[in-house]
Each structure stands twice: as structure tokens, then as C-alpha cells.
RNA sequence: GGGGGAAUGUCCCGAGUGGCAAAGGGGGCGGACUGUAAAUCCGCUGGCUUAGCCUUCGUAGGUUCGAGUCCUACUUCCCCCA
């Protein structure tokens, strides 16, 4: 990475300023674009699963930050990509994903990310484009001598993803190869198509993306840029968005606005800044603000930033209703009716609490909830249950009319019988 | 094509003289302490109708009272030779 150069563009100023700046190619040149004119750039993500997740979400922040300056954003969905299998897994084999799931991943993904970006036909609203358009009607032996005979195998061997993978002994297949390959095509296909000059991405994409540029030379006589963000850690030094139940998606029908509000309030006190900046739209001298509170009173911003971060993803009310819920839950101990709730038929009570832990989904079998319950982790109503072999009745609902089961302090579900 | 190795608790890494629900980490979950934080300490981490039973060590067979461990075939990967 170099030092980040001082930019004179709005757009790579703020870039740096918020964090989000990892490296660049050619940074002069594309300041002066960036001042010169309204630029196309674009980001990749595969369609694997119905949602993106936290993981993706710095570079979905540079496309939404791209569109703030008035610049195009390209989502590029790997709709092509995604056929092949996405190799770079170790183990496992992977299953072939369908075309018809593909489909449905990638409209899943884009109604989960509808409040980040706008989508239209305005100069700087963005646009979806899937590799498949391309990628599908490739003819082997003509893309191999107009596109392969570009791509030395000597260089791609010295780099770092792969050279990574032959020291550690892992497998490695020809499919991966062909994988870069698509890549740096996909770059020039989307300049060729929409005039994209910029592609961005993760710093551990950077070597893809340079491949495109070296094509773009080759085939178009064109010179392309690459922009990449730093990989995202939390203070003490875990994976972002590894968080409890593995990914923490975006879609609010994988992980609600409630749940997703909590995973920022959980923040760490050394990332509440940062998180800040390259998370939500706070303006920086606000942001610089909240990040000097002390102890305690830090929660106040983490409260901030929970809020600010769910209203990107899921829009300001949606962002309200999950601060004012955990705040009831939280800071009244009460009861709230926007935390998860599950209904269980009325003639399933007196419920034992093994059953009642399981269905309402705070466990995942019954031998976990003895554990919780061994551990003095499992409540109803706020009240330790300490023998597995209990029952719960219909008498026990609360005011409310429902049961609150909770594992731990925080996990919280409403039980309501119907 | 020939030779040599590897595959372990379905999160990951990793030990495992034929008696193994299988060492140890990491991660995760609970508890204590706090501030819904970090650090630290403690407990748990295959399932069930839990003094017991059932299912797990790449896949399928076999030897054995008994197989993660031995044999055979197969699959996938790695390394060396061609």
C-alpha cells in the first residue's frame, strides 16, 4: 500500500478521509478524472447466496459514496461467474448453483441493498449489470485466442492469490485460472459497454483487477484504474462480520434491522470511529466528536452508529423502530413487541422449557438448552430457569399476552401463543 | 502413466500403540467482572425419552469380540518421476 496521496477530487478526498482508501493505480491520473469528469466504476460480487452480507458492505459504501459525488456505480453481479462454482473454497466441493437460483440470489441481493444505492436511468444513478450476458456466449477457442493469449501463465503464477495457494500445498485448479481470466475480461467488457474507467474492490482483489487494466491495454488500447479498500478487522484484530450465527447478512429476512442494529451496538470501543466513517454518512466533525467520549458514555455513539448504519441498509424508520426496541429491552428491561417473535399453537401448552427453548429458536436442540440452562443462561420472562424438566403455562404470559425467552443478556425472542 | 503421502468431531486448525464420543488449539455459546465494549477468569461446545441409548473420523466392502487406527477397492487433493 503507499501513503495516501493528498487527492484534490471530492470524491478520493473523502475517499481517504473516511477510511476506505487501501491503494490506487496511477494516482494523479485519476484524481485529474475524477475532476475532469463524471466517472463509471464498478465492484463484482458473486451470487452464491440470497444476500450479501457485512462483509461486502465497504465496497457497497464506495459505490454508494461513488454515487454521492455524482459519479456512476456499476453493481456487477457474477451471474456468469457464479455457474462455474466459486473454486476458491478450499475442501469442499462445491454443488453447481442453477441458473434459476442464480437468478433468484441475484434478485434477493438486489432488494437487500435497494436503500444503499439508486438504481435508474439518471447520469448518476446505478446500474446493474450481470457477467452472464457476456460470459455465457463465450466461444472457447476464439475467447482463448483473442483473450487468452494476453495472459502470461509465468506471470500468473508469481501472483499473490496464487502463489499463496501452491506454498500452502492447497489445490489449485485450471478452473481458477480461468477465473482471473473472466475477471480482467469482465473490466473490459463493462468499459467497452457503459465506458467504465474504474474497478474497486477489497485490497485482496488487487491482482485481478490489474490483470483487467493489462487487458484493457491489450484489447482497447485503453487505460483503465484500480481503487481498493483496506480489509476490514475489528480493534482486536477478528474478521469483520464473523459474528455469532456465522454472516451477518444484509437482507432483512436473513437478519432483521433489530439484530442487525444490535451487531453495531456491539461494536468494540476501539472501532466506534472508524466503523463510523467508512459505515455510515455521519458527517466527519460529528463523527470526530462522538469517538472522544469516554467509557460509558461511548455507548451513547455506538447507539449512533447502530442506528445510522441499519438506516443505510434498511432505511430510517426501519432503523428507528430497532434503536427504540432495544431500547426498551435494554435500558427498561421491559418488553417490546419489535424484538423477533415466534408463534406456537396454544395447545402445545404447558410447554416443557427444553421444547420452549427450541421452538422458539434461542437453541438449536434440546441438549444445548440443557447446557444453557446448566450454565444458568436460559430465562423466561426474565426468570432463570434452573430444572430442564419444567413446564411453562398459558398463566405465565406476561401482560402483553406472550412469553419472553432469552438466552444469555442478549438474545432475546417474544413467544406467543395462538 | 509410475512411485510416495494426505483426507478426523459437517466452523477452522489439528493429535490419535485396535477398546474412542475421540487430546489440544482457534472460533462460538453461556457465567463472573463491566458499559449490550475490550481484557481476564470459569463452564459448555454430536444427538436423544441422558446412571443409558443412538450417530460420527473421504466412500464402499472386509478382517476382528471390538476399527479413526489393520486389509481391499474407489473418490478427491498434494509431492516426486515420466
Request: some cysteine; hydrophobic content about 40%.
Amino acid at each position: 500500500m503507499s501513503a495516501a496521496p493528498r487527492f484534490r477530487s471530492e470524491f478520493l478526498r473523502t475517499f481517504v478521509e473516511r477510511g476506505a482508501y487501501y491503494d490506487c493505480t496511477l494516482p494523479e491520473e485519476l484524481d485529474a478524472l475524477f475532476q475532469k469528469e463524471r466517472v463509471t466504476a464498478y465492484i463484482g460480487f458473486d451470487c452464491t447466496a440470497s444476500s450479501l452480507h457485512i462483509g461486502n458492505l465497504v465496497q457497497l459504501m464506495t459505490l454508494r459514496r461513488l454515487q454521492q459525488a455524482g459519479h456512476r456505480p456499476i453493481l456487477l453481479m457474477g451471474g456468469g461467474t457464479t455457474k462455474l462454482g466459486d473454486p476458491s473454497g478450499k475442501d469442499e466441493v462445491r454443488k453447481l448453483l442453477s441458473s434459476e437460483q442464480i437468478e433468484a440470489n441475484k434478485q434477493s441481493i438486489l432488494k437487500g441493498i435497494r436503500h444503499l444505492l439508486k438504481f435508474g436511468d439518471g447520469p448518476s444513478d446505478a446500474i446493474m449489470v450481470d457477467n452472464a450476458e457476456w460470459l455465457d456466449k463465450l466461444e472457447y477457442i476464439s475467447f482463448l485466442r483473442d483473450v487468452g493469449r494476453h495472459f502470461s501463465v509465468n506471470r500468473m503464477l508469481t501472483m499473490e492469490s496464487v502463489k499463496l495457494r501452491l506454498d500452502r500445498e492447497q489445490p489449485l485448479s485450471f478452473l481458477e485460472f480461468n477465473y482471473m481470466v473472466c475477471q480482467a475480461y469482465d473490466y473490459v467488457e463493462l468499459y467497452r459497454r457503459y465506458g467504465c474507467r474504474l474497478q474497486s474492490s477489497g485490497s485482496d482483489q488487487w491482482g485481478n483487477i490489474v490483470s483487467g487494466i493489462d487487458l484493457g491495454h491489450r484489447l482497447e488500447n485503453v487505460q483503465l484504474y484500480a481503487l481498493s479498500t483496506p480489509l476490514i478487522t475489528t480493534a482486536s484484530g477478528a474478521k469483520m462480520g464473523k459474528s455469532a450465527s456465522g454472516a451477518v447478512w444484509l437482507n432483512a429476512d436473513m437478519r432483521s434491522p433489530y439484530d442487525y442494529w444490535q451487531f453495531w451496538r456491539n461494536t468494540e470501543d476501539g472501532d466506534v470511529g472508524r466503523f463510523m466513517r467508512i459505515f455510515t454518512d455521519l458527517p466527519l466533525d460529528e463523527i470526530a466528536r462522538l469517538e472522544k467520549l469516554k467509557g460509558a458514555e461511548l455507548n451513547e455513539a455506538k447507539k449512533i452508529l447502530a442506528t445510522e448504519a441499519a438506516t443505510i441498509v434498511h432505511g430510517r424508520a426501519a432503523a428507528q423502530a430497532a434503536a427504540e426496541t432495544a431500547r426498551r429491552t435494554f435500558e427498561e428491561g421491559g418488553i417490546s413487541g419489535g424484538l423477533p417473535t415466534i408463534e406456537i399453537a396454544k395447545s402445545e401448552f404447558p410447554i416443557g422449557v427444553l421444547t420452549l427453548a427450541v421452538k422458539s429458536g434461542v437453541t438449536s436442540s434440546n441438549g444445548e438448552a440443557r447446557k444453557l440452562i446448566a450454565n444458568n443462561g436460559l430465562r423466561v420472562n426474565d426468570t432463570p430457569v434452573t430444572d430442564a424438566k419444567a413446564t411453562i403455562g398459558l398463566a405465565a404470559l406476561t401482560a402483553e399476552g406472550v412469553l419472553k425467552v432469552s438466552s444469555g443478556k442478549k438474545t432475546h425472542v417474544l413467544v406467543k401463543p395462538v
